[in-house]
């Protein structure tokens, strides 16, 4: 399923600098980057349900803000871009 992960981490501390880091690295390792803090993971259940646990656990819920927009097996009718593309579709063969 294609999974939309947004975040707002309060910068103004070296703490929040940290969270801010440790969060993009996290959801670098289930999706790509496709804003300055939106990620687009394709994951299963069990991934979703891991990096959610991951991801709250990392934030400081009195500063910071999370939202997944679960957008389930069928996203591409749901999904419209405009302009450049940074990102590869990730359900597309890579070739090396």
């Known amino acids: 399923m294609l999974v939309l992960i947004t975040y707002d981490v309060?910068?103004?501390?070296?703490?929040?600098?940290?969270?801010?880091?440790?969060v993009a690295k996290h959801c670098e390792k289930?999706?790509?980057r496709v804003q300055h803090s939106v990620f687009e993971c394709y994951i299963d259940q069990a991934q979703y349900t891991?990096?959610?646990?991951?991801?709250?656990?990392?934030?400081?819920?009195?500063?910071?803000?999370?939202?997944?927009?679960?957008?389930?097996?069928?996203?591409?009718t749901k999904v419209e871009h405009v302009g450049v593309t940074k990102?590869?579709?990730m359900q597309d063969?890579?070739?090396?």
């Open 50 to 76: 891991a990096l959610k646990h991951e991801l709250t656990a990392l934030i400081s819920e009195e500063k910071d803000s999370l939202r997944f927009y679960r957008l389930g097996n069928n996203y591409k």
């Open 10 to 22: 309060v910068t103004s501390d070296l703490g929040g600098q940290k969270r801010l880091r440790k």
């Open 30 to 32: 289930y999706g790509q």
């Open 93 to 96: 063969p890579l070739l090396f």
């Open 87 to 89: 990102g590869l579709d």
